[in-house]
């Protein structure tokens, strides 16, 4: 029996609640079609910051590096610095362990209406490939004299070939194996330098892939058709602050941020690779059992896939949709099933579902 071992980091906020009830559904999952997830809860995040004065222990990236998978709520609290997680704990763990790609797939599940209205679930199925190590969030740059007349700021894009070129084979070979049409989603038309190298090497790729067809498309074009054309797109492939900003789009069109699940993979597997819902720690409405866990539960999918155990990924994918189908929502989707409700049901569901028994 195969086993694999989970770093379950809670992170803070909702994080508490709902990488906890997407465990759940996983361990069954798992029970189901016969191996073990061995998972281990660490409670690092802003919440720890405030006591240790950082996201994770010194030694937090060695404990990662241990495990098969982390799986990752989310982290942030609204008295800590918005700027620290991404510096201190998310953009720390995905260039340490080489995660550069970021997997954010967007569809319609059944018994949700997307707020837009004309369009059915075979309009919205896709997935945006984030470029997620470098290019805008570097964070190289500085201020200079900033309270002065004189003041000045610059952030410096770094965009490397090695580093283009890795993340354009992986969304290539993700479109052979879905409808065989890639987007490139840019801006080089006025960043010419940086983005316009970036088209250039994603369209030498492209001639390597003759099967699938390439196209190239501006973000603010991009994002009209998001609402427009949601059938437009088949795979995605963007820059780091490109994909962040267009997978928010593409939760609202699902129906919710609540539901889009994510991950950072290392494809060759030399580090773990981490599995997070693309929203935040939503504190606002944390502790009171309704956060929507359908995102981590999403991204628990992702992460089953990733260590080998498809036909257990594409059965937690089935009873997420059965959950939805029937009405279970909770507050965010419109109704008032509870998080521990949705993974309940998904429990149930996986118990039911004939197939990949
Ligand atoms: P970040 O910058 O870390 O992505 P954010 O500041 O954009 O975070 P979120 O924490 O994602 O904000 O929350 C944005 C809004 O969406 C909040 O009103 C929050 O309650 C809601 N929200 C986010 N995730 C969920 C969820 N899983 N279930 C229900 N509501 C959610």
Not at 29 to 37: D, E, R
Request: aromatic residues 10%; hydrophobic residues 40%.
């Amino acid at each position: 029996m195969n086993t694999y071992r989970i770093a379950a980091v809670h992170g803070d906020g909702i994080g508490h609640e709902i990488v906890p009830a997407g465990m759940k559904v996983l361990h069954a999952a798992a029970q189901k079609h016969g191996f073990t997830l061995e998972s281990e809860t660490f409670l690092w995040g802003a919440g720890y910051y405030q006591e240790h004065g950082d996201f994770l222990p010194e030694n937090g990236l060695e404990i990662m590096k241990s495990f098969d998978a982390v799986y990752f709520g989310a982290v942030g609290l609204p008295e800590v610095d918005d700027t620290l997680p991404f510096k201190l704990f998310t953009n720390l763990v995905r260039t340490a362990f080489k995660q550069y790609v970021n997997y954010r797939p967007v569809k319609l599940f059944d018994g949700i209406e997307s707020p837009l209205r004309s369009k059915t679930q075979s309009d919205i199925d896709f997935v945006i490939i984030r470029e997620n190590n470098e290019g805008e969030f570097v964070q190289t740059g500085r201020q200079l004299y900033p309270d002065n007349p004189e003041g000045m700021a610059c952030d410096t894009t770094i965009m490397t070939r090695a580093g283009i070129e890795r993340v354009a084979h992986y969304a290539f070979k993700l479109a052979q194996k879905r409808r065989k049409s890639l987007t490139n989603v840019t801006k080089s038309n006025t960043l010419i330098h940086t983005l316009a190298y970036w088209d250039r090497i994603i369209a030498e790729v492209a001639e390597q892939y003759p099967d699938v067809a390439y196209k190239k498309m501006y973000v603010d074009a991009a994002s009209a058709n998001f609402v427009l054309h949601p059938e437009y797109f088949d795979v995605i492939l963007t820059t780091n602050m490109i994909g962040d900003i267009l997978s928010d789009l593409g939760g609202a069109i699902m129906g919710s941020l609540g539901l889009g699940g994510s991950g950072n993979l290392n494809p060759e597997g030399t580090f773990p690779s981490m599995f997070e819902p693309i929203h935040g720690s939503a504190p606002d409405i944390a502790g009171l059992n309704i956060a929507n866990p359908v995102g981590q539960i999403w991204s628990g999918a992702i992460m089953l896939e990733h260590l080998g155990e498809t036909a257990a990924a594409q059965d937690v994918m089935y009873a997420i949709n059965q959950v939805t189908a029937s009405g279970n929502l909770t507050k965010d989707m419109g109704g008032n099933a509870t998080t521990d409700d949705i993974a309940n049901r998904a429990i149930d569901a996986l118990a039911v579902n004939p197939v990949n028994a």
